[in-house]
């Protein structure tokens, strides 16, 4: 599969020319797009994967997977990639993927966010949330700006000696830095810390941190609940929901592709999946939707380690704060898709601190652990954490630079482990596709009904797990149509009893049958199954087609012979 490697995270141009040889090489199963251009113009690309030789891609139901949303957030495109030459490698040689790209579709966006990556991904790297849209201030107002100074390739921290500093050098490894104690007044010496940067502005005494010039947190511009400054964080959401290009391609093909039926959303850092919702309780789900996330979640964990929880109950930034606009709410709320968030890589649980919070532990958390972290590190991450070095500060004078090295030791995975990382999420994401529902041919009946009449029963079922209509929530938000069985007949032949468009409404599918211990002697009806029936009056021989769809389930088609058995 040409040169594709997953140790690093490709900038724009080699993506796009390992795109390019994976849709050449696997002709028969990838076809490559642009979804949309991204602010400064790039491609958006768009791999779409099945075997076409068992249909086209938008009559089999879909799984949606989209990452790098986030500019810094690289490994959500190496786990894509990883995706992709997984289903190509797999098809014909594993049972799985084969059966998964034979009956469903794959629609892969390995980079959202292509312009904030590559500045991410830089030889100097300059770090922005998402894209880089100056908003709301065209211009650079005056604070610290974060950035690469020293042109090393590395944003690191910046510490300055200062006798009212918080922080000092901890005595038995004097690289780490420690808060002081609350009443602690010694000689020091004592220090004031900054991110590497710039001071814009600098008045020689006051140094703040400068308002975000690309201001925009493109994980806010969804139409859902969308604000135009949602949370605590200093990033806003763009002049209205789908204002950014990115935003509004990802929207647009999603909802253009009607068999979409589950989404993945793929961003850095925590090392958990997320469900909805992220301003509000689960208790405003639809029971079985609840559940049916549950039992999904479950398995996530299962196959990648993951834990899978709430967003509202289990991963808030800040106690009073609600996450809005978000992809995964506005694709469950608006269209009714079980929609996850995967956020790749925790460090703490590697340096083994598997209980530690992985929000809460960056606020507080005992110094024990920071030091067990620490020795992970060295071990393990080469440059993880760099020695204090000075440098000359072109506004504060002489500094130091060095400690936690964010980008290679919290943001993503270390090169080595990133790999083993994200393999587990490919085996996760064909387990989802073959949950989706399924359209399957169950019977036919031709009965002769006399007079030159023939009575025509067609039997359809939903051979998946999950049911038509994915969830409740599509049902409620009216976002999906019903199963539709359409007869289409010769010349010569008549519609006796019956109307060439029948509406076979919802099929159910396994979801939620756990165990065979029963209340009250449930059982199990066939709510999975629909009957279309026909009477036809036509000459013995004649030959009729049926066809069954439903956007989210697939296709049947089946051609009838009218003769007795």
């Known amino acids: 599969m040409g040169d594709i490697v997953f140790d690093r995270a490709p900038r724009f141009n080699e993506l796009s020319e390992w795109l390019h040889q994976l849709a050449d090489e696997y002709s028969d199963l990838v076809e490559l797009e642009a979804l949309g251009r991204s602010h400064e113009g790039r491609e958006i690309w768009i791999a779409t994967v099945t075997n076409r030789a068992t249909g086209p891609h938008h009559e089999k139901p879909a799984v949606w997977l989209d990452g790098n949303i986030h500019a810094s957030e690289t490994t959500a495109t190496v786990a894509l990639l990883h995706l992709l030459h997984t289903l190509c490698g797999g098809f014909g040689t594993d049972e799985r993927i084969t059966r998964a790209l034979d009956t469903r579709t794959f629609y ?35 604070g610290l700006v974060p950035g690469d100074i020293d042109h090393d390739g590395r944003q690191l921290q910046m510490r300055v000696a200062d006798p009212n500093g918080a922080w000092k050098a901890y005595a038995p490894d004097p690289r780490l830095i420690v808060a002081r104690d609350p009443d602690e007044d010694g000689a020091g010496p004592y220090y004031r810390l900054f991110g590497e940067g710039r001071v814009h502005g600098y008045d020689g005494v006051t140094v703040t941190t400068a308002p975000v010039r690309a201001g925009i947190d493109a994980n806010r511009n969804f139409p859902y609940r969308w604000k135009r400054y949602p949370g605590h964080a200093p990033w806003g959401a763009g002049d209205y929901p789908t204002s950014e290009p990115e935003i509004r391609a990802v929207v647009q093909g999603i909802v253009d592709r009607k068999n979409v039926g589950a989404y993945f959303a793929y961003h850095t850092f925590s090392g958990v999946h997320l469900r909805p919702y992220g301003d509000r309780a689960d208790d405003h789900f639809p029971t079985n939707d609840l559940w049916t996330y549950q039992e999904l979640g479950r398995r996530a964990t299962e196959i990648t380690g993951y834990p899978s929880i709430s967003t509202w109950h289990d991963f808030r930034y800040h106690p009073k704060g609600a996450i809005t606009g978000v992809s995964t709410d506005w694709a469950y709320e608006h269209l009714g898709l079980y929609a996850w968030v995967t956020e790749f890589w925790n460090v703490l649980t590697a340096a083994g601190l598997t209980d530690a919070d992985p929000l809460e532990w960056y606020r507080t958390h005992p110094l024990d652990e920071e030091l067990q972290l620490l020795a992970w590190v060295d071990d393990n991450v080469p440059g993880g954490y760099v020695d204090w070095y000075p440098y000359d500060h072109p506004e504060l004078g002489p500094v130091e630079l060095g400690g936690w090295n964010a980008a290679l030791v919290f943001r993503n995975p270390p090169p080595h482990l990133l790999e083993a990382e994200v393999a587990p999420h490919s085996e996760l994401a064909v387990f989802q596709a073959l949950c989706s529902p399924l359209l399957r041919l169950r019977d036919t009946v031709v009965e002769p009904a006399g007079d030159g009449a023939w009575r025509v029963r067609v039997v359809v079922e939903n051979s998946g797990w999950l049911p038509t209509n994915i969830s409740e929530k599509a049902i409620e938000q009216q976002a999906v149509l019903p199963t539709i069985a359409r007869l289409t007949l010769p010349e010569g032949a008549d519609l006796v009893s019956g109307t060439d468009r029948v509406d076979l409404g919802q099929l159910t599918g396994r979801a939620l049958k756990h165990h065979a211990v029963r209340q009250f002697g449930n059982s199990d009806d066939t709510t999975d199954r629909a009957v279309a029936e026909w009477v036809i009056g036509a000459a013995s021989g004649t030959t009729v087609d049926v066809e069954v769809r439903h956007d989210r389930a697939g296709v049947v088609r089946t051609s009838i012979t009218l003769d007795a058995p």
């Open 108 to 142: 892969v966006v390995p980079r959202l966010n292509p312009d904030g990556a590559e500045l991410a991904l830089g030889e100097v790297p300059f770090i922005v949330r998402s894209n880089t849209r100056a908003w709301p201030h065209e211009e650079q107002l005056d």
